[in-house]
């Protein structure tokens, strides 16, 4: 039996097949194509060839793609949705979308604030009002193909957002696509509900990128395959799962590549330095996973709160282009030459200077053609090197949370361009098949559950509440696919929150666990 994982950057589709006994047994790149599917198609067909394995073993494929923030950044593909935000009076002062650009806030066709919600505690805040809801929707039916519903404190209790989802599926019909922010998001509803219109947005996209995979899978011949699609946490869910929460894919693939960094070197613990075409991802892998952001994310100039991997990009990549100033200066990007690298860079016979140009010209990797870049002045090639290495050390810097060395891992087919000898690393490791650490942390990625809540200790004791999340943390993994035996406790958090009466802390526990 097989696993066959994808993953689509923005330079290159990379495939990987990898046995049940997790060993890799074909590793490819293909060039990214603008409708993404030939990228994928054509990385699909290389891997299986040059495996040579009988496709109908081929058992779990599992993609990570970038079309959800493709989307959201190019704002093209979004679905027509109505926003319904339940917490009069209370929140009537900030209406929705208040702070968004006008071309993404356009997806909205129509939006209201109606009375309900609660308080912290899960006390009413005020009547939910089924007769205003009822009639929002009314107004929007036959203009819209999704709904987003937020409430005040609906991670607390969210009876309110499951009621007006009732009625929108009432109003609307059973087909229509409703997201509930209590599903998505965290404490925060301005953040939470503008995570919560993405995911609504993004119905179409996901419906098409689910069903598109599925289709090529068919296509090569691979037809006994479950199919999943990797979450920005470094685990997977189903394809119904993401058609319901597309918004979590996006940075999925910084996460595989952190998992695939873990998988590669088997270190629980370091910095994955991922070096594309275009840009370098820098993430933290803690305890065989990636480090999340406390920090609210913003996604295409919307302010979200929704789980998201800790991740700093930097404008460096094997395709960025070296320029040399009159008066001697170097400089290495921002731009790139992406996903032409292997027509434009001088060590495939093009004529544009590029990072990966440097670097085999310092003899640090062997690509193309040497002789093409024996004409770059080593004191040049030098220089370019050095820019590359602050870029690099300064990421590294803001990343870690004490001055302790610590290691690095390199992955990525740009990683050739960095040296290994970099300014506050303990250790610096190149694994084999680093190029495919991507397709590879798709490939072995486990299933996670999470909870989370608000709990008062003066009214539960804090073992109790930690270990009543540690159990519903597990269940939700099960439910979502894992093997109960495999499932552990991979993060387990509890934050005072001094704003608050009594003892109130935020409780929040995640799980994970082996495909079934």
Known sequence: MYKLGIDVGGTNTDAVLIDEDLNIVAAVKNPTSGDIYSGIMGAMEAVLSESGVDRSLVTQAMLGTTQCTNAIVERKSLAPIAVLRIGAPASVGIPPMVDWAADIAAVSVDSAIIEGGFEYDGKRLA??????????????????????????????????????????????????????????????????????????????????????????????????????????????????????????????????????????????????????????????????????????VTIGGVRTNFRMPDVVS?????????????????????????????????????????????????????????????????????????????????????????????????????????????????????PEHAGCANAIGSAISKVSGIYEALVDYDKVPREQALETARAAAIEAAVEAGAVRETVEVIDAEDVPLAYYPGHTNRVKVKAAGDLA
């Open 314 to 430: 930097i404008g460096l990549g094997g395709g960025s282009i070296v320029r040399v100033a009159d008066d001697g200066t170097v400089t290495v990007g921002p731009d790139s030459v992406g996903y032409e690298i292997t027509e434009r860079a001088l060590v495939f016979g093009g004529d544009v200077m590029t990072a990966t140009d440097v670097a085999v010209r310092l003899g640090m990797a062997e690509v193309g053609d040497a002789s093409l870049v024996a004409g770059i002045p080593e004191e040049t090639a030098r220089r370019a090197m050095e820019v590359i290495r602050d870029l690099a050390e300064d990421a590294i810097d803001m990343m870690k949370v004490s001055s302790d060395p610590i290691d690095v891992v390199l992955v990525g087919g740009g990683a050739i361009v960095l040296p290994h000898d970099l300014a506050g690393t303990a250790k610096v490791f190149a």
């Open 127 to 296: 009547t939910f009002d089924e007769a205003a809801c009822r009639s929002f929707f009314e107004g929007v039916k036959g203009k819209v193909e999704s709904v987003a519903i937020s409430c005040v404190f609906s991670t607390v209790r969210n009876d309110d957002e499951l009621r007006a989802a009732e009625i929108a599926r009432e109003v609307l019909g059973q087909d229509v696509h409703v997201s509930i922010s209590s599903e998505i998001g965290s404490m925060g509803l301005i953040e939470r509900e503008n995570a919560t219109i993405l995911n609504a947005a993004l119905h179409e996209v996901a419906k098409r990128f689910t069903e598109g995979f599925a289709q090529s899978l068919a296509d090569k011949g691979v037809t006994n395959a479950e199919v999943y699609l990797s979450q920005n946490d470094g685990t997977l869910m189903t394809m119904e799962h993401a058609r319901r929460y597309p918004i979590l894919t996006i940075a999925c693939g910084p996460t595989n590549s952190i998992r695939g960094a873990s998988y590669l070197t088997r270190r629980r613990d370091a910095i994955v330095i991922d070096v594309g075409g275009t840009t370098t991802d820098l993430g933290v892998l803690s305890n065989g996973f990636p480090r999340e952001s406390g920090v609210a």
